[in-house]
């Protein structure tokens, strides 16, 4: 058999197949990231890329990655090396939070300062523990959930204040765990607080309102176009109608029970980042979301996801454990690999390809090495075998 007839033949698929389809590429430890654990992704506003991980801060500017760790007894280092949370504030400084305490890091000089409180008697007192989400609001101040003190409110002069909670006609003091944060559109401050529920800040008062009673371990909360809240808990996701004040589980097929680790809007898509189903993709319609797409291990390098970040080049950012970042870029053409695999009846009959042809209707037509014919229907993504 000739031996160029397989290399026109292969060129020949290559270009049949070639799509908009997105490109994903991933970085780990091979390019100079400190840990393949990556639990917090932000990008501030110079274009730099800030990856919390199991080891550390890394700072990466599309070539190279710099890390930030803990150096024992030296306190312009982060606290802690394990990294929850990642922001960034008015200022351009970035706001750390770790498994015990939050720095700032000054940009100008590379250090970080630890970051104090003061109680409702007014001592300083540093802030230990996790503190697991961070969130600037419109007016600059930063808003930390952490798990010993409650919510804290850090205002432009640096002063960090106990958000107090309203609580059965009680006012606690920070003697509550603040889970997750979230800041909607339209600048509301919604709070999962553990076993109490669902709060939002009320800026008059200067409190914590309970809005919902729940028991849900909250991760992340988001919201869709129907003004409904979506928060992500080790059970699962459930909605929060506003005007019934009604929680209800939200039917994403056979991820229903999946734990979720984040929650991130971008359009009228919502990306679930679940613990061992990969990113679950849900489209809004008509004030509900249903499931649209599934990204696994056949595109990440990790079923377990922590995270995803979208930025403002169509790029999503998505922090694994123990598979570093995968990188998905919709804006490229790419070739997109139609491939077999074995539990799926809409996939590619065979890997082993020699022919392929473009029928009038858009439709290719491949042919395999003994297997027989497929056709790959470019609109829907899926084979039919004949």
């Known amino acids: 058999m000739n031996p160029s007839k397989y290399i026109c033949v292969f060129w020949f698929i290559l270009l049949c197949l070639t799509s908009n389809a997105q490109t994903t590429r991933n970085l780990d430890i091979r390019d100079g990231l400190s840990n393949n654990t990556v639990t917090s992704i932000y990008k501030d506003d110079t274009g ?26 030296d306190t312009t280092t982060l606290p802690n090396d394990n990294v929850m949370s990642v922001a960034g504030d008015h ?27 003061r109680d409702p008697g007014g001592k300083k007192r540093l802030i230990k523990g996790q503190v697991p989400s ?5 007016d600059g101040h930063i808003f930390l959930a952490t798990a010993e003190n ?23 003091a920070g003697n509550y765990s603040a889970a997750c944060i979230f800041l909607s559109q339209s600048g509301e401050l ?16 200067d409190r914590l309102m309970v809005v919902k009673r729940h028991s849900l371990y909250c991760s992340s909360i988001t919201s869709i176009g129907s003004g409904a809240l979506l928060l992500g808990s080790e059970s699962g996701l459930f909605s929060y109608d506003k005007s019934e004040n009604q929680i209800s589980k939200v039917n994403m097929l056979e991820y229903s029970n999946s734990k979720i680790d ?47 970040f979208p930025d403002e080049l169509n790029r999503v950012w998505i922090g694994t454990f123990r598979g570093g970042i995968d990188i998905l870029d919709q804006k490229i053409s790419h070739f997109q690999s139609i491939r077999h695999y074995p539990n799926q009846q809409n996939s590619l009959v065979s890997n082993f390809c020699i022919t392929a042809c473009e029928a009038g209707d858009g439709r290719v037509w491949i042919g395999t090495d003994g297997s027989g014919l497929s056709i790959w229907d470019r ?7 004949t």
């Open 379 to 385: 609109k829907t993504g899926t084979c039919l075998r």
């Open 150 to 172: 409650g919510l804290l409110k850090a205002n432009a002069a640096g002063g960090t204040v106990v958000v107090p909670l309203k609580l059965n006609n009680r006012l606690l």
């Open 262 to 308: 984040g929650l991130t809007r971008l359009g009228n898509d919502i990306y679930v980042a679940t613990d061992g189903n990969g990113v679950i993709k849900l489209s809004e319609a008509n004030g509900s979301v249903k499931v649209s797409g599934h990204l696994d291990t056949r595109i990440l390098a990790s079923n377990s996801v922590y995270t995803v």
């Open 91 to 117: 200022a351009g400084h970035i706001w750390v939070g770790t498994q015990d305490g939050v720095a700032l890091l000054d940009k100008r000089n590379l250090k970080f300062i630890q970051i104090y409180y």
């Open 134 to 138: 961070i969130c600037r609001n419109t």
């Open 190 to 205: 919604w709070v999962s607080v553990d076993n109490v529920g669902l709060c939002k800040y009320d800026a008059l008062s």
């Open 48 to 73: 730099l890329m800030w990856f919390g991980t199991l080891d550390g801060l890394n700072q990466y500017d599309g070539y190279t990655f710099r890390k930030f760790g803990n150096i024992y007894g």
